[in-house]
C-alpha cells in the first residue's frame, strides 16, 4: 500500500499541529496504522499506533496525553493530533500501515508500507 503523509510544519512550543496519512489502497480497514517518527541524529522510533477498526490505540509514553491518533477508513486516512508541542518533538515523522499489528515491541523492519515522511520542527 503507497502511503502519503502530509501536514507537517512549523510551530511554537505548546501549539498544535494534525499530521495526516492518505492510503491508497481499498482494504484500508485491514490495515493496521501507525506513526513513527526521527529526530536528528536519533534512530526512527514509534509514536502511536491504531487497530484496523480504530478501536484500540498505543502510545509511546513520551507521547501519553499529547497526541492522538484517529483513522477514517471511509477516507482511507490516518491521522496524528499533536498538542502541547515541545521542541522534543522536531522530527521527520512517517505513517506506517501492515495487516498484522504494530505495537511499542514490533520490529521497524518487519512493517511493510511506509510513507516518504513530514517535517515537523517545533521552535522554543
Known amino acids: 500500500v503507497q502511503l502519503q503523509a502530509c501536514g507537517g510544519g512549523l510551530v511554537q512550543a505548546g501549539g498544535s499541529l494534525r499530521l495526516s496519512c492518505a492510503a491508497s489502497?481499498?482494504?484500508?480497514?485491514?490495515?493496521?496504522m501507525s506513526w513513527f517518527r526521527q529526530a536528528p541524529g536519533r534512530e526512527r522510533e514509534f509514536v502511536s499506533s491504531i487497530s484496523w477498526g480504530g478501536t484500540s490505540t498505543y502510545y509511546a509514553d513520551s507521547v501519553k496525553g499529547r497526541f492522538t491518533i484517529s483513522r477514517d477508513n471511509a477516507k482511507n486516512t490516518v491521522y496524528l493530533q499533536m498538542n502541547s508541542l515541545k521542541p522534543e518533538d522536531t522530527a521527520v515523522y512517517y505513517c506506517?500501515?501492515?495487516?498484522?499489528?504494530?505495537?511499542?515491541?514490533?520490529?521497524?523492519?518487519?512493517?511493510?508500507?511506509w510513507g516518504q515522511g513530514t517535517q515537523l520542527t517545533v521552535s522554543s
Open positions: 489502497t481499498g482494504a484500508f480497514g485491514s490495515y493496521f
Open positions: 506506517a500501515a501492515d495487516q498484522a499489528p504494530i505495537t511499542t515491541a514490533t520490529r521497524q523492519g518487519t512493517i511493510g508500507s
